[in-house]
Structures are given as structure tokens and as C-alpha cells.
């Protein structure tokens, strides 16, 4: 029985104040994104335009490690058992990848471009039965600047 | 090449599908899956155990007493009157095979019945009761258990239960403790029946061997004293035994019923009992 | 819609650049697949099951990167890459980007 009250407690916790941080970082995520969407970015290795000699270019990076909340984790547990798609662990990767490519570009300063973006994700497990604890992902990219 | 840049109108990246919508109907398919899976199996158990005669069973478990972990007193006379009373029981409740009795030196007021035969009764329900009738209603309760294959059945249901539970806390653990409060409801509820239809049997014993079911309560109502000094009893949905009182009330319906004479000659006293 | 995995197409002009474009998508095996994998591991040989598992899986973010790419205003998508992760025991994740571009001719 307390062992119930426990579980429920913490995945009322769980979903509650999960939904709200998600709801809260996603409304950051998307002003950041307006903001930054004038900065030229590609994943290709062609630059936008003639570079003029005397450019300098330099390796850019952001990452962000996203955890999982109580709920997601026992929605995601659920899911296990009968497959398909684990929808409340779409929005952690989401998350964690816009939010490292928009740290990427507020590190990148007065960069006039961003070339050759490569993005690498990884999963930092609790261990115990490789439950999912985290999911970071990392964006790297070349960042162009005039002088 | 221009950069002529845009955000996506909405993000493709997620379900558009509320988490609750998603995570209810998974809930209760996984509790309605495991439920069934459980209850089926326990009626195979059930059917299973029907055909461990006893003697198979006293082969399979010939090595059971060494596991105990608790005590055995040395033989004695109490012992061997002990092991007395349950061979007369034994012939009333047409049990052919032999039930070896032990006597536990622990202050617990139980009686246990275990694979392979053998009945235990804790030194502390004996130095409790006052009547032999009290007694052998309680050996008879452990008796009819064995003639029920309980026993078995219980370890059977154990076993699924164990092994149910970690197909499923092979991928959360958290689930299993969601599940199982639903479980355990329904195994105390199967538990009670069974301690029901034990408690039944044990009343037809002790009308066969004394011609009266008097006295068959004793512990009952000596249980029922332990408990209203103070002892926490858990929530009655959730024990393996009947509540007291409802066991008493089902004795005396079923001794009305039966018209078992109760009361109309004087209990035996018992020797080896500690009151 | 032209999709490649090199940074130009061919034969054709690049005119604009859209930024990135992405498409993600999390797939977990039902339990019973589980247990078949677990089997099939004493022998060894393909999972078809997860084989399975993970084209559905890279075809659903392969069109979501497609979905992105429209919504950007593009008709190509160059420099394509696909990268797997697991992110929980049981379960998958496929991730597949490329640069949103308007090519012409």
C-alpha cells in the first residue's frame, strides 16, 4: 500500500511539474530560434556567398543533456511492453537538440555563418536495467567570421 | 545561393496526441493482461495440483523438514499427543496418508501446514489454548488444508506470481509496484475462500470426533483479544484470512445448518496446553 | 523533392538555403519481439523483427525531415546523414538531417 502512495505520488509529481518545464523550455526554445534564425546555418561544407581571403573559421559547439521525468519514464516502460512509438521520450530528443544547436549559435558570437553542422546523441543510462536516466546530444559545427 | 530562411509552421518531431490520452489505455491494458495471465495460470495450478497424490507429494518433498527455519522441539509426550490427536482427526476426515506433527519452540500463536505432510503447530498456540477441543479444531484447520491441496496451490500461485512479476520489471520495476496491490487483492480474496472452506472441513472433524463443536473458537476468540489489545490488524481486503468475527458468525451458521450439537457436553481439558 | 547525401545535386543549381531540417523519431519493440530477440541471441543471425523495426523507424523520420524541409519552403533536402541512438533499453531512436535548398534546372 505505501508502496502506491509512493508511486503515485511521484508520478502525479512527475507529470505535473515535467509538463509545465517542457511547456516553459519549449516557449524559450522557439524565441531563441526566432531570434537566431537570421544566422545563416547548413550542414553542407559549401559556404553561403564569396569568403573573402583572410576569413577566420573556428570550430563552434553546444550540448544539452535532457532527463527524463517519473511519467515519461513509466509511459515509456508501458510503451516497452507493446511497442511502437514512445511518444513521451520524442520531445526529450526534440528538446535536447534544438537546445544544443541554439547554444551553439549564442557560443558562435559574431559569426556571419555556420557550415558543416553535425549533431552526435547519446544516452547517459542510470545503469540499473539500462533505464534511460538522460539523453544528451551534442552540435558541432565550423562558424565563419569576418576578421 | 541566398539564405532565405523559415521556421517550420509546427513541429514534426513529436506526437501531436495528448501523454495522458496515451499512457491510460496502456495502463490499463497492461493491468487487465497481467490480471488474466495471472488468473489463468493460478486454475492451471489448480488443475495441476489435483494430480500431486500425496504420496508423489511426500517424495517430492521427502527433504522438507531440514529447511525449516525455525526450531523443532525434541520429541515428547506432548509431541506424540499431539501426533495422536491429528491420526484420530485424520480418520474422520478420510486422509489415508500419514501427517508427521512437529511442535515449533516459537511464541507465535500459528499453525502452519507444509509440503510433504507435515503439519507444524507453534509452542505459542498451544500454551494459549485451554481445551483439547480448541486444538484439534486448529490441527483439523491445518489438516483440511492438506486434504485441499491449499498447501500446493499456494506454492503454485507463488511461483507464477514471481515469475509474471519479472516479465514485467524486466522493464520497470515501478510498474510491478502499480501492479501489484491488484494482485494481492485478488490472491487474498482466493486465500480467504480457501481459509473459508478449511475452517468448514475442520468443523465436520471435530463434530466426528467429539459429537460436539464446542469449543471450536477458542482461538478465534483468543486471537480476538490479542487484537483488541492494540495490535495494528491491516486492512481486511488485503489479509490472506477471514476477519475473526466473520470466521466465528460462519462457524456457528454452518454448525446451525449442519445441527452440530454445540455445548452439550463439557470440552476436554487439555494436558499438554499451557492454560 | 531531391534528397542527397552530397552537398550538391548534380547537374542542378542551388539557389537558396533554408537551414536545417531534422526529423526524429523514438520505436520500441513490443515485449514479445523481446523475448523472440532473446532467443534468436543463442544462435545468433538476423533480427528480422528489429531489422523491421528500424526501417519503419528511419522511413518515419525520413518524412518528417521531408515534412520539415516543405514547411521551410524548400524542395531539396542535400548533405543527408542518419544516426541511431538508443536511448532506453528497449527502445530507439533514429535522427536523420540535412540542409533545406531550393535547387533549380
Known sequence: MIDLIIFLGLITTGYVVGQTLERRHYRAIEQREAALLALPTTSTKRSFGTVPPGTRSELVQGACCISVDYFKRIAASLRQLFGGRVSSYETLVDRARREAILRLKEGAGDAHQIINLRLVTSSITKGQRGQVGAIEVHAYATALYDH | ?275 | MFVTTTDDIPGRTITACHGVASGSTVRAKHAGRDIMAGLKNIVGGELKGYTELLNEAREEAYQRMLDQAVQMGANAVVNVRFSTSSVAAGASEIYVYGTAVTVEG
Not at chain 2, 475442520?202 to 467429539?210: F, I, M, N, V
Open chain 2, 1 to 275: 545561393m541566398d539564405y532565405s530562411p523559415k521556421l517550420p509552421e509546427h513541429n514534426v518531431n513529436v506526437s501531436q496526441g495528448h501523454p495522458l490520452a496515451e499512457f491510460f489505455p496502456l495502463l490499463v491494458a497492461t493491468i487487465v493482461i497481467f490480471l488474466v495471465v495471472v488468473g489463468l495460470a493460478g486454475l492451471l495450478v489448480d488443475q495441476a495440483v489435483t494430480y500431486i497424490d500425496p504420496e508423489l507429494e511426500s517424495e517430492l518433498f521427502a527433504s522438507s523438514p531440514a529447511q525449516y527455519d525455525f526450531e523443532v522441539e525434541a520429541s515428547s509426550e506432548r509431541t506424540a499427543f499431539l501426533q495422536g490427536l491429528a491420526d484420530e482427526l485424520r480418520v474422520c476426515m478420510e486422509m489415508p496418508y500419514p501427517i508427521t506433527l512437529a511442535i515449533a519452540a516459537s511464541p507465535q500463536i500459528n499453525a502452519l501446514a507444509l509440503p510433504g505432510g507435515h503439519v507444524v503447530g507453534f509452542s505459542g498456540l498451544i500454551d494459549g489454548m485451554s481445551w483439547e477441543n480448541g486444538l484439534a479444531f486448529v490441527l483439523a484447520h491445518e489438516l483440511a488444508h492438506f486434504k485441499h491441496r491449499d498447501h500446493l496451490r499456494g506454492m503454485g500461485r507463488g511461483l507464477v506470481l514471481v515469475a509474471a512479476s519479472a516479465v514485467i520489471s524486466g522493464s520497470s520495476s515501478a510498474l510491478t509496484s502499480m501492479l501489484t496491490p491488484a494482485v494481492s487483492l485478488g490472491a487474498a480474496s482466493y486465500s480467504q475462500s480457501r481459509e473459508a472452506a478449511a475452517d468448514a472441513a475442520a468443523l465436520e472433524a471435530l463434530h466426528c470426533k467429539y459429537g460436539d463443536v464446542g469449543g471450536a473458537e477458542e482461538l478465534f476468540r483468543t486471537l480476538e483479544q490479542v487484537n483488541d489489545d492494540g495490535i495494528w490488524s491491516e486492512a481486511h481486503y488485503f489479509s490472506s484470512h477471514p476477519e475473526l468475527g466473520e470466521r466465528i458468525l460462519a462457524l456457528q451458521q454452518l454448525a446451525e445448518d449442519r445441527q452440530f450439537a454445540s455445548g452439550t457436553k463439557a470440552p476436554e481439558p487439555c494436558h499438554f496446553c499451557g492454560n
